[in-house]
């Protein structure tokens, strides 16, 4: 962390990154980390790069920048496990690359890493960093780095929250912002994310030895007006019902192929993912299909794992 400080102190231009198709942990950590060096460094350029998640606004923008011709600068990539998954290409003509992530290390790119598989959220970490460098914390900051890590803990219920975790979030919450109402904007979605909700709970399909899926076509999401974003508040959803230990969400993408989002409440299954061009957490991971009949085989793959 005092490396990653000393290469922060070189640049006067910073940008940070994060993954395309961000969550509340992707936001949190970029625009953060933009919080606490814009606190700690005024007088430096930073910016939050990317597009703007519509989903996601109420925790932060995006900063439009225009860079020098030549202009030499620092590319910070937060939660980001490869670089396929990184919003904006500028980090590929950085002048330094830093990547801090909490993935599996399958893809280690950059000049710099600080990578934690075992950490909760790329949040916790950037909050350590602060705090274990003695930076400055603001309430904005602070407001964003828990949101993020709510986000990735599902509210502190999964696995990967430790003591540190919980630790880091009380510091946190020391700082003056309102926890409960971004807690009611975190847990709050529109009616037509609702009647999705409805109709996965009454389209799921269910093996003998816990495992479910379903399937979310483009006609659907048409139906119900819904971007591909939109679906990921409904990923959690077959975790609710007793029995149910392994699931994935299987969402038709317009040029017709399929995004998987897997989840598990105890058995691994990211390799799963990794076979099908995609990787993440033991219990949370994402892969992609280009067929029917490759959806079926990771169905196949899901319920034979939990046969193992």
């Given at each position: 962390?005092?490396?990653?400080?000393?290469?922060?102190?070189?640049?006067?231009?910073?940008?940070?990154?994060?993954?395309?198709?961000?969550?509340?942990?992707?936001?949190?950590?970029q625009?953060?980390?933009?919080?606490?060096?814009?606190e700690?460094?005024?007088?430096?350029?930073?910016?939050?790069?990317?597009?703007d998640?519509?989903?996601?606004?109420?925790?932060?923008?995006?900063d439009?920048?225009?860079?020098?011709?030549?202009?030499?600068?620092?590319?910070?990539?937060?939660?980001?496990?490869?670089?396929?998954?990184?919003?904006?290409?500028?980090?590929?003509?950085?002048?330094?690359?830093?990547?801090?992530?909490?993935?599996?290390n399958?893809?280690?790119?950059?000049?710099?890493?600080?990578?934690?598989?075992?950490?909760?959220?790329?949040?916790?970490?950037?909050?350590?960093?602060?705090?274990?460098n003695?930076?400055?914390?603001?309430?904005?900051?602070?407001?964003?780095?828990?949101?993020?890590?709510?986000?990735?803990?599902?509210?502190?219920?999964?696995?990967a929250?430790?003591?540190?975790?919980?630790?880091?979030?009380?510091?946190?919450?020391?700082?003056?912002?309102?926890?409960?109402?971004?807690?009611?904007?975190?847990?709050?979605?529109?009616?037509?994310?609702?009647?999705?909700?409805?109709?996965?709970?009454?389209?799921?399909?269910?093996?003998?030895?816990?495992?479910?899926?379903?399937?979310?076509?483009?006609?659907?999401?048409?139906?119900?007006?819904?971007?591909?974003?939109?679906?990921?508040?409904?990923?959690?959803?077959?975790?609710?019902?007793?029995?149910?230990?392994?699931?994935?969400?299987?969402?038709?993408?317009?040029?017709?192929?399929?995004r998987?989002?897997?989840?598990?409440?105890?058995?691994?299954?990211?390799?799963?993912?990794?076979?099908?061009?995609?990787?993440?957490?033991?219990?949370?991971?994402?892969?992609?299909?280009?067929?029917?009949?490759?959806?079926?085989?990771?169905?196949?793959?899901?319920?034979?794992?939990?046969?193992?």
């Open positions: 962390m005092k490396e990653i400080l000393d290469k922060i102190k070189e640049y006067n231009t910073i940008l940070i990154h994060r993954h395309k198709n961000p969550d509340p942990d992707a936001i949190g950590s625009a953060g980390l933009r919080a606490i060096l814009r700690n460094f005024p007088k430096k350029k930073i910016y939050a790069v990317g597009y998640e519509p989903t996601l606004t109420y925790l932060a923008e995006m439009t920048v225009t860079l020098e011709e030549n202009e030499k600068y620092l590319s910070i990539v937060c939660d980001t496990a490869n670089t396929p998954r990184i919003d904006d290409d500028r980090w590929k003509t950085a002048d330094f690359l830093i990547k801090i992530d909490h993935h599996p399958d893809d280690a790119y950059g000049n710099l890493l600080l990578v934690e598989p075992e950490r909760s959220s790329a949040s916790e970490i950037i909050a350590d960093f602060a705090f274990e003695k930076l400055s914390m603001n309430a904005e900051a602070a407001r964003l780095l828990y949101g993020g890590i709510v986000g990735d803990t599902g509210r502190f219920l999964y696995p929250t430790s003591p540190n975790t919980l630790k880091v979030a009380s510091m946190l919450a020391e700082y003056d912002f309102d926890r409960a109402a971004l807690g009611r904007e975190m847990s709050s979605f529109d009616m037509k994310v609702a009647r999705l909700q409805g109709f996965v709970y009454e389209n799921m399909e269910l093996s003998e030895n816990g495992a479910a899926r379903v399937l979310l076509t483009q006609e659907l999401l048409k139906k119900f007006a819904l971007r591909d974003a939109e679906t990921s508040s409904i990923v959690s959803v077959p975790g609710n019902i007793r029995g149910i230990e392994s699931w994935a969400i299987f969402v038709e993408q317009a040029d017709g192929h399929f998987v989002r897997m989840r598990s409440k105890v058995i691994p299954i990211n390799e799963i993912a990794k076979a099908h061009d995609g990787g993440g957490h033991p219990l949370a991971s994402g892969a992609n299909s280009y067929s029917l009949e490759e959806n079926e085989k990771i169905w196949q793959e899901l319920q034979d794992n939990l046969k193992k």
